[in-house]
């Protein structure tokens, strides 16, 4: 596997869920392709230093969400079909990110007005409209 996942266990995001989201994001950014091997549960849980059974979860998860298949005695790999659903799984990194950033602006005490207002600033900034 080309990338490396990395583990920040003071995010407060569940490790099992950070595993997660980088495998997703590799699949959509083209990191990962279809039939490509992952590492071994246990040689991922060495290098990221965490317990099997956490890697173990994430495959589960990932294997439940179509994007890998697992095959005993051979290793989990990317689905094809996995690769093929990267817009489905760019939505859902994208939506992920987005409640991120909602969250965070409403914990710092932003109302939904001004919410929205920044949302549209920033949006205009990265898709600006046509102008007719």
Avoid: C, H
Avoid at 6 to 30: F, N, W
Avoid at 36 to 41: N, R
Avoid at 66 to 93: C, H, K, L, N, W
């Amino acid at each position: 596997m080309p990338a490396v996942l990395t583990v920040d266990p003071r995010s407060g995001v569940p490790i099992y869920l950070q595993i997660i989201e980088q495998v997703k994001r590799s699949v959509a950014l083209g990191v990962l392709q279809a039939g490509e091997q992952l590492p071994t549960v246990k040689q991922l849980s060495i290098d990221l230093t965490v317990n099997p059974n956490t890697v173990a979860r994430a495959y589960r998860e990932l294997e439940r969400e179509q994007v890998i298949e697992t095959t005993p005695g051979r290793g989990s790999f990317v689905r094809p079909d996995g690769v093929a659903e990267s817009p489905r799984v760019a939505a859902d990194i994208g939506r992920a990110a987005l409640t991120a950033a909602l969250r965070e602006a409403k914990a710092v005490g932003l109302g939904r007005d001004e919410t929205r207002a920044l949302f549209e600033a920033v949006l205009e900034r990265w898709f600006p409209t046509e102008s007719t």
